[in-house]
């Protein structure tokens, strides 16, 4: 459906877990979080009765997210079931990789359309100073274990960290050279801990891989099929780069998602802590009507832009990347 904006709102984030194997630094605290409790968090079966609902307020996309969503049992499961419904057209999820050698095949078999992999550097020590554990080779593997399914999408997910991965934006972006993948650098949102970890813009990136590859073309397919990214081709390469810049080029205005955190809040934007809570509705004996009409108001409301960078009007979102699936 459209929102106030007249945007068409047919894409959703479904955060599963808050939980994570990684401790990004600019995302989570080194000593780690107080994780929701099982009660807390959505039960499958409380996730695939609003994926129903959100179908038929129009979502045909779904990206399933988390914290880390592969930590959290069965997470393939609901994904075969998703796939079912009417309406939904793709079912994809983000990662840190980590555990994909364990769970790609049966992510596969349920039907899995895309995946991105979150990854901010090719050197050890530097994976090291950033995730706090686990290890570049083995998402390296699981790279290359997905580039193996024709029929999968696979994008590389970075994110700009000036005093981290400046100096190995060519050797991220390579990773598109002989591989039909997309490489993304996202800037940094000065949200949560990302607030002290400064970013490049898109314009710094994209004048080093011109400096070492050659000219930076828009390619064929510009923005893509879901946004917000910007996507490039660059001579030679099979893949194309994209660029994700919420901060040096607002893209709100092609803005096509909502977003549910684990514990079932339904936000209309990430910048914002609005939203409703529809895991209280849901356990309160909410009948689906009721669902529908708190679930269009949420697309109804959404704001026309983040706030990032100016004094906006609202409720800023004080909750972490992990607690709203970034
Ligand atoms: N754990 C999974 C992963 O890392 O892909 C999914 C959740 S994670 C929160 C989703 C994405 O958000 C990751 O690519 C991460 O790098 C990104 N992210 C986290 N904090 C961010 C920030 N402040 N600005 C921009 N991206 C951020
Ligand atoms: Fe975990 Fe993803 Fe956050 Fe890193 S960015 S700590 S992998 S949730």
């Keep these: 459906m459209r929102d106030g904006y007249g945007r068409n709102i047919d894409y959703i984030r479904i955060s599963v877990t808050d939980r994570c194997n990684l401790r990004c630094r600019y995302c989570m605290p080194a000593d780690g979080i107080e994780p929701t409790t099982c009660q807390e968090i959505l039960r499958f079966e409380e996730i695939l009765r609003l994926a129903r609902l959100f179908a038929d307020s129009g979502i045909q996309k779904i990206k399933i997210t988390g914290g880390e969503p592969l930590v959290r049992k069965d997470v393939s499961w609901l994904i075969s079931q998703l796939k079912k419904i009417p309406g939904i057209q793709q079912v994809t999820l983000t990662t840190n990789g980590?555990?994909?050698?364990?769970?790609?095949?049966?992510?596969?078999?349920?039907?899995?359309?895309?995946?991105n992999i979150s990854l901010d550097t090719l050197e050890e020590d530097t994976y090291q100073r950033i995730t706090g554990r686990g290890s570049v080779r083995q998402v390296l593997k699981a790279i290359e274990a997905c580039?193996?399914?024709?029929?999968?999408?696979?994008?590389?997910?970075?994110?700009?960290?000036?005093?981290?991965?400046?100096?190995?934006?060519?050797?991220?972006?390579?990773?598109?050279?002989?591989?039909?993948?997309?490489?993304?650098?996202?800037?940094?949102?000065?949200?949560?801990?990302?607030?002290?970890?400064?970013?490049?813009?898109?314009?710094?990136?994209?004048?080093?891989?011109?400096?070492?590859?050659?000219?930076?073309?828009?390619?064929?397919?510009?923005?893509?099929?879901?946004?917000?990214?910007?996507?490039?081709?660059?001579?030679?390469?099979?893949?194309?780069?994209?660029?994700?810049?919420?901060?040096?080029?607002?893209?709100?205005?092609?803005?096509?998602?909502?977003?549910?955190?684990?514990?079932?809040?339904?936000?209309?934007?990430?910048?914002?802590?609005?939203?409703?809570?529809?895991?209280?509705?849901?356990?309160?004996?909410?009948?689906?009507?009721i669902l529908r009409q708190a679930i269009e108001?949420?697309?109804?409301?959404?704001?026309?832009?983040?706030?990032?960078?100016?004094?906006?009007?609202?409720?800023?979102?004080?909750?972490?990347?992990?607690?709203?699936?970034g």
């Design 98 to 115: 980590l555990l994909l050698g364990q769970y790609l095949p049966t992510l596969m078999e349920a039907g899995l359309d895309g995946i």
């Design 147 to 289: 580039c193996d399914y024709e029929n999968l999408r696979v994008k590389i997910n970075t994110v700009t960290l000036a005093d981290y991965n400046l100096s190995e934006i060519e050797a991220l972006a390579a990773l598109a050279k002989d591989r039909k993948l997309d490489v993304r650098f996202i800037e940094m949102m000065p949200m949560g801990l990302g607030r002290d970890f400064p970013g490049y813009t898109q314009e710094t990136a994209l004048k080093r891989l011109e400096a070492a590859y050659g000219t930076v073309l828009p390619a064929e397919d510009e923005k893509g099929d879901s946004g917000p990214a910007v996507y490039y081709k660059l001579e030679g390469f099979q893949g194309r780069i994209g660029m994700i810049s919420a901060m040096s080029h607002i893209f709100c205005k092609d803005c096509n998602r909502i977003r549910l955190t684990a514990e079932g809040f339904l936000k209309p934007c990430l910048h914002y802590g609005t939203g409703v809570d529809l895991r209280q509705l849901l356990r309160t004996g909410a009948d689906d009507e």
């Design 297 to 325: 108001a949420v697309i109804l409301d959404k704001p026309e832009r983040h706030g990032f960078c100016q004094e906006t009007a609202g409720v800023k979102e004080e909750r972490k990347m992990w607690e709203i699936g």
